[in-house]
């Protein structure tokens, strides 16, 4: 118990969250620059060997320039173990993030200077705040002319009602950004221009009154101090407490693509961020310190080896000490299942996980036994809950190309579907699929996946449909009485679950006053349970 107590408290499992084009994906390799998990990191758009690892894996992310699925990367770094999860930033790809929200423990925050909070920041932060995620903020893109430091602490403060503590301070910004001075350790950090990767520890000072500032920055030493000293007037000193009950934010100022900040913020993960906490269940919370082993998977990906068709599910630790080879319960089908190739990820390469320890992710090879939602356990029937999925607001017919190959789509949509990187339905009557998505960016991806993964060229055409609700009771007699004499507009989902394909508003409001004894569900939690 005591070598679980000691690996469960070196865990920092965080997720990455940020409105599009905020430098998200260049912070991720950043970080595992500094942790060491990377020998060269290239500019996120650079082509050949100087792009060797980063966390936008999928060819359509290459090719569009944004992430579309979440990352996993897994590195160490000052004596703990990180968890690195890089989250789509598009809100078409948001129902991805809102499930990897599920699994971490903590959260950077990635504002661009120019823009502060932006619309889908802020939607992701709300997610965070409903489960109480202690937030990281790293202010983005110093070296480019942006909005001045006090406004942007103050838009947090006003805006998300946090209150805000800064952790750095940017030296000029722009063609002045000289770099930064870490308050929580006394360092200045200045930005080597000739060499964009070269990692400095910086200079550690005695105080702000260190005559190094004024030999190191010149005239640029008065100010720094002046807006220091302001800004530790304005804002209360950093509160752990308030931190990890997600009432206070730390702010590192940086740039991320010169590298300034990056290490000042890693190393305020691995003294601030919060090890593995208890995960809700069912029955009963489950805490990180159970000798028994128990987890749950919040994301499938099919395809990260094009080569061999593979499906991975991800699970995360919830307790006890997972080995390789183990046996675990599948609590949803009652089955035992053999841990032979567990995964560790850093992006899309990988290595064997011989162990593993709460807080911990790790990759099962998966042949579509493993769903979303689903718990592995050494024995006892946990649920772990809040793992959503969002009735789509965007329903289009698909089609392959080639007609004759219409049984191959199926089995393609039925993968995806397993991904949830959309919603499937196949009606009860015709030969159509439908797919369900948040945004529609997702089809012309998924469009671009099944050609790709597939090799088979498909088209989406528009319907007349207004939304998907699943169909739920606990009298199975009520259900098939509904499908049969709603044959027309009911369909099943890729788990076999009732779903209604409503034409508008009205039909939905129509059935719902003719079936009050029904559930017509707009999100359907991954345990199996659904709210209206």
């Not at 620059?33 to 060997?49: E, H, P, S, T």
């Not at 602490?153 to 940017?170: G, H, R």
């Not at 752990?240 to 730390?250: I, L, S």
């Not at 606990?474 to 890729?494: G, I, M, N, P, T």
Request: charged content about 25%.
């Amino acid at each position: 118990m005591n070598d679980i107590a000691a690996e469960v408290a070196r865990r920092r499992t965080f997720a990455i969250i940020a409105h599009p084009d905020a430098g998200k994906t260049t912070l991720t390799e950043k970080l595992l620059l500094f942790g060491g998990a990377i020998q060269l990191a290239g500019a996120v758009k650079a082509k050949g060997d100087a792009r060797r690892v980063h966390s936008d894996w999928m060819k359509v992310e290459r090719e569009r320039g944004i992430s579309v699925a979440t990352s996993v990367m897994t590195f160490d770094y000052s004596d703990c173990t990180f968890n690195l999860l890089d989250t789509p930033g598009h809100q078409d790809f948001s129902e991805d993030t809102y499930r990897t929200l599920t699994a971490v423990d903590s959260a950077v925050m990635v504002l661009d200077a120019a823009r502060g909070i932006q619309e889908q920041t802020r939607k992701l932060f709300e997610v965070c705040r409903l489960r109480d995620v202690p937030i990281v903020t790293f202010i983005n893109k110093m070296d480019r002319e942006g909005r001045e430091s006090f406004d942007l602490l103050d838009e947090i403060e006003q805006s998300l009602a946090l209150d805000v503590t800064p952790a750095s301070w940017p030296i000029g910004m722009g063609r002045r950004f000289q770099g930064c001075y870490d308050l929580f350790s006394d360092r200045l950090v200045l930005m080597d221009k000739a060499d964009k990767n070269v990692i400095s520890e910086g200079e550690v000072c005695s105080g702000l009154d260190d005559s190094k500032l004024d030999a190191l920055l010149g005239n640029s030493a008065d100010t720094l101090r002046e807006e220091i000293e302001m800004a530790q007037g304005l804002c209360p000193p950093f509160d752990a407490q308030a931190y990890r009950e997600g009432h206070m934010t730390p702010v590192y100022f940086g740039s991320a693509i010169n590298n300034f900040g990056v290490r000042e913020l890693l190393a305020g993960l691995a003294r601030l961020a919060p090890p593995p906490g208890p995960r809700p269940s069912l029955t009963r919370p489950v805490q990180p310190l159970e000798s028994k082993v128990s987890g749950f998977i919040f994301k499938i990906q099919a395809n990260m080896d094009p080569k061999h068709r593979d499906r991975m599910a991800f699970m995360r630790i919830c307790s006890g000490h997972f080995r390789k080879g183990m046996k675990l319960k599948h609590v949803r089908s009652g089955k035992q299942i053999n841990m032979h190739n567990p995964v560790l990820f850093l992006a899309q390469d990988r290595g064997t996980a011989e162990d593993a320890y709460a807080g911990d992710i790790i990759g099962l090879p998966n042949h579509g036994n493993l769903h979303i939602g689903d718990a592995l356990t050494e024995g006892e029937a946990l649920t772990f809950t809040g793992i959503p999925s969002f009735a789509p607001e965007l329903l289009q017919r698909v089609a392959p190309d080639d007609p004759m190959k219409a049984k191959h789509l199926g089995r393609a949509l039925q993968q995806l579907a397993e991904e949830g990187a959309a919603s499937v339905f196949k009606p009860r009557l015709g030969a159509n699929w439908y797919v369900g998505v948040v945004g529609a960016l997702q089809f012309d991806v998924l469009a671009d996946r099944i050609a790709a993964e597939y090799e088979l060229p498909v088209h989406f055409e528009a319907s007349s449909l207004y939304t998907a609700r699943w169909v739920q009771s606990d009298d199975e007699a009520l259900l098939k009485r509904f499908a049969d004499k709603e044959r027309a507009v009911v369909a099943d989902d890729h788990e076999g679950g009732l779903v209604l394909l409503a034409r508008n508003a009205w039909h939905l409001d129509d059935l719902a006053r003719d079936w009050p004894d029904l559930r017509f569900a707009a999100t359907k939690d991954q345990t199996g349970d659904q709210a209206a």
